[in-house]
């Protein structure tokens, strides 16, 4: 069974349909047997996985290396008081199963770099709900690997979504296509980090003082003891011990047990109604390039919920950087072969690149591309005709619409 509104979608064409868009039983099978992989079953996560499954994609996965903790239960609300404990990704798996019991959803609880290149290709889209941008940056820079390793016939999208107290993100990223997250990664600030030799001996904030009573304190005093954010009396006391090394340093603001367990757990606010915004954006996006029923965001969308006009959303493109490491425009290197045909040259990136040449053109003219029949001739011509030493080419393969670039080498 498919989703109404879902089925509806897809079941006729309409003015924003993209140019792979099938109607009927072959759109509708292609969705049905797509394969979107979650990472992170966290708060986005569990807002992720209820937003695909209620939209109607039967082939679901989620990896997360967390378990569950009390802190997690006032919206994760996949989870209740007898999970605390267990991993969060088969938690949540068994709870969208109950309620969806004719979905495909397998768990996977591990850390993302544990699955190799097998695992990743196997989907047609991988969405994360990560904290981590470290995560991102990984998740983003193997996807375009893959995609350059298989000559762009593996070009798997990374939907990203992450929010902040009343803000969030989305952001579609086509691998070696759009800007990758390493391009992208001065949105998003730095860690904070606090000096040692400012929260020892020159605190100017209350946080300093947490700091200094956590890293400090904590290890001349109870050292053989190890830090638990969700324990009240270990929270209880590293606050007292801040509000002594606060008032020695005469250092003003007040600190409390929220503010202390904020800065010991290093929590980022969290509004459940902005990650089910950000979650059923993401969602969207994934139905859309699924199906082809409209064109995908490019390749940003910002969300203010606490706009000075109330509610704020901006879309804008954020631009490829030419030399980034994950993604940047790469020439493949082929070798001048001198009186090679061709039909040669093209036999020859097949059989060096793994890579079957459907159309090859120059940066002056279509060298050979088979719709076209006075092409077909040029097989049986000489590759000085069309390319000289340190000539670029592109190439498209068969059954891909992203072409890889070539140049020609002595």
């Not at 941008?133 to 000559?151: D, F, H, Q, Y």
């Not at 993100?169 to 001065?186: D, G, R």
């Not at 020159?202 to 904590?218: D, G, L, M, S, T």
């Not at 992203?402 to 002595?410: C, H, L, R, V």
Request: a negative charge; aromatic letters at 10%.
């Amino acid at each position: 069974m498919i989703a109404p509104g879902t089925e509806a979608l897809i079941s006729s064409t309409g003015p924003f349909v993209q140019e792979f868009f099938a109607e009927g039983d072959e759109g509708r099978d292609y969705f049905l047997n797509s394969k979107v992989l979650v990472i992170g079953a966290g708060g986005l996560g569990c807002e992720l996985l209820k937003s695909l499954a209620l939209t109607g994609f039967k082939n679901i996965d989620v990896i997360d290396m967390d378990t569950i903790d009390l802190s997690n239960l006032n919206r994760q609300f996949l989870f209740r008081e007898g999970d605390i404990g267990k991993p969060k990704c088969e938690c949540a798996a068994a709870f969208i199963k109950k309620r969806v019991p004719n979905i495909n959803i397998t768990s996977h609880f591990c850390m993302i770099q544990d699955k190799d290149d097998e695992f990743y290709k196997q989907f047609n889209v991988v969405i994360g709900g990560l904290d981590s941008v470290k995560a991102r940056n990984w998740i983003s820079a193997n996807l375009c690997r893959i995609a350059r390793e298989t000559n762009g016939e593996i070009t798997i999208p990374y939907i990203d979504g992450g929010t902040e107290a009343w803000k969030g993100h989305v952001k579609v990223i086509y691998p070696l296509k759009t800007a990758c997250m390493h391009c992208q990664s001065e949105l998003f600030p730095p860690p904070v980090v606090y000096q040692a030799c400012t929260v020892v001996s020159n605190p100017r904030q209350p946080e300093h003082c947490i700091v200094w009573a956590k890293e400090f304190q904590w290890q001349k005093l109870r050292p053989n003891e190890t830090i638990d954010g969700d324990n009240d009396e270990h929270i209880k006391w590293i606050m007292e011990q801040a509000i002594i090394h606060q008032k020695e340093f005469k250092v003003d603001g007040e600190i409390t047990e929220k503010l202390t367990k904020g800065v010991v757990k290093n929590i980022i606010p969290a509004i459940a109604s902005t990650q089910a915004v950000i979650a059923a954006m993401c969602a969207t996006e994934a139905l859309k390039y699924i199906t082809a029923t409209g064109p995908t965001i490019n390749n940003n969308l910002l969300f203010v919920g606490d706009a000075a006009c109330g509610l704020f959303g901006n879309n804008f493109l954020f631009e490829k950087k030419e030399d980034c490491d994950e993604c940047a425009r790469r020439l493949n290197k082929v070798k001048y072969v001198e009186n090679e045909l061709i039909s040669g040259l093209i036999a020859r990136i097949k059989e060096e690149f793994n890579y079957d040449v459907s159309n090859l053109r120059s940066s002056e003219k279509t060298i050979y591309m088979p719709i076209i029949a006075q092409t077909k001739e040029n097989l049986n011509k000489p590759v000085d005709e069309f390319l000289q030493d340190g000539a670029t080419f592109i190439a498209t393969a068969k059954g891909s619409s992203e072409p890889f670039e070539f140049i020609i080498e002595k």
